[in-house]
Nanobody, 125 residues
Framework: QVTLVESGGGLVQTGDSLRLSCAAS????????MGWFRQAPGKEREFVAC????????YYGQSVKGRFTISRENGKNTNDLRMNSLNAEDTAVYYC??????????????????WGQGTQVTVSS
């Protein structure tokens, strides 16, 4: 069974940092592009970041560029999302996702095959 499990969410204050982690099991992470998306109440799911299979190429959504960093450790089947300078607009449920090997990186959530259950990030002002 293939699963993705997120961890690291919580309640922080404006300007704080937070690191989310995603642990993959049942798959070889090097064959998947890994991504993060988020969804706030009443809003559509938004692309946050994704990282290539090798870890050498990263992509970010415009709203997080320069503040968030995605990384991966293929030997451990994990990837992290480091979030700095958090603000209230970053409040959302954050989801880890995986896209199969034959595909290119994508910012569209519909292109991802496997999803975690999500972890809540709340930023208070």
């Amino acid at each position: 069974q293939v699963t993705l499990v997120e961890s690291g969410g919580g309640l922080v204050q404006t300007g704080d940092s937070l690191r989310l982690s995603c642990a993959a099991s049942g798959l070889t992470s090097t064959t998947y592009i890994m991504g993060w998306f988020r969804q706030a109440p009443g809003k559509e799911r938004e692309f946050v970041a994704c990282i290539s299979r090798s870890g050498l190429t990263t992509y970010y959504g415009q709203s997080v560029k320069g503040r968030f960093t995605i990384s991966r450790e293929n030997g451990k089947n994990t990837n992290d999302l480091r979030m700095n300078s958090l603000n209230a607009e970053d409040t959302a449920v954050y989801y880890c996702a995986a896209r199969s090997s034959v595909a290119a990186a994508s910012s569209r959530w519909v292109d991802y095959d496997i999803w975690g259950q999500g972890t809540q990030v709340t930023v208070s002002s």
